[in-house]
């Protein structure tokens, strides 16, 4: 199964979501298009599980902290937060392009879930970052913080950016700004 989907994912962003074809898929992973229903019932499926995997890379970007943690400067946790969310949008930037712009969103329950575990995580880098919890606020900061740093990260993948120094400069300080900022309130 993982040479149809990565054979996938090379076809989609290679040709978009509207010429990416099972046939194409098949040939470039050297299966049968048989093959590849056996596992997905149709190019969205296929599209999703790129898609989930994807998603799965971004979660495991964002670790919550660990018991190493309280040693660890503020600028360091911002930067390895930084560098696992580029590093997971940077694997390759036109199949994020593809799968952000054009494929449809299939499994509604699929992205609520990952949703609610992305902000999870974000929630425990801002409580991490304060040493203490703040429930009316900490939800709302996680999302504005997550926003913040998808936000860059999504233009920056679109324009193939990522690879900036300059841009993880602006953003780790946009990062320690912020978690400064509320720890000061």
Avoid at 82 to 92: F, M, P, R, T
């Amino acid at each position: 199964m993982d040479t149809i989907v990565e054979a996938a994912a090379r076809v989609l962003a290679r040709r978009g979501w509207a010429d990416f074809t099972t046939n194409e898929t098949a040939s470039v992973g050297g299966v049968s298009v048989g093959s590849i229903y056996q596992y997905f019932p149709n190019k969205l499926a296929l599209a999703e599980e790129i898609r989930k995997r994807h998603l799965d890379a971004v979660l495991a970007a964002i670790s919550g902290p660990d018991k190493s943690d309280a040693a660890i400067t503020l600028e360091h946790r911002a930067a390895r937060l930084i560098d696992g969310v580029v590093a997971a949008h940077n694997v390759d930037q036109d199949l994020h392009r593809v799968l952000l712009d054009e494929v449809p969103l299939a499994a509604r329950s699929t992205q609520d879930q990952f949703e609610a575990e992305y902000l999870r995580r974000y929630r425990s880098v801002i409580v991490s970052a304060a040493g203490k919890t703040d429930p009316g606020r900490d939800d709302i900061a996680g999302r504005v913080l997550s926003g913040a740093v998808e936000g860059v990260v999504h233009s920056a993948a679109r324009h193939g950016e990522l690879d900036s120094p300059a841009l993880r400069a602006e953003l780790i300080e946009l990062v320690c700004a912020y978690l400064r900022g509320r720890s000061a309130c």
